[in-house]
């Protein structure tokens, strides 16, 4: 059974930092895409950052120099490290796994919140 658990969300002023992480299990990790998307009520669900097994980054125009991400199979965990936060990186954060000719899984989000 595929288990994602996403931690680290909070409160934090704007220019603040938080490190969210999601752990998994049950899944083929090394060899998984994984990824970091936001959502906001009554919006969908948008890609923040993305990182392939090979290491590979791709981020949204909104955070690219500001957000990154990294992972570590070791663990098997996937960060996002939020830097010079802005109000509107406000939402709920879900960390989402897609493997190889499997189904993709999403966690249960974490809330981050960031005040002006």
């Known amino acids: 059974q595929v288990q994602l658990v996403e931690s680290g969300g909070g409160l934090v002023q704007a220019g603040g930092s938080l490190r969210l992480s999601c752990v998994a299990s049950g899944t083929n990790f090394s060899n998984s895409r994984m990824g970091w998307y936001r959502q906001v009520p009554g919006k969908q669900r948008d890609l923040v950052a993305l990182?392939?097994?090979?290491?590979?980054?791709n981020y949204a125009d909104s955070v690219r120099g500001r957000f990154t991400i990294s992972r570590d199979n070791g663990k098997n965990t996937v960060y996002l490290q939020m830097n010079s936060l802005k109000p509107e990186d406000t939402g709920v954060y879900y960390c989402?796994?897609?493997?190889?000719?499997?189904?993709?899984?999403w966690g249960q989000g974490t809330q981050v919140t960031v005040s002006a």
């Open positions: 989402k796994v897609m493997g190889i000719g499997t189904p993709s899984y």
């Open positions: 990182i392939t097994s090979g290491g590979t980054t």
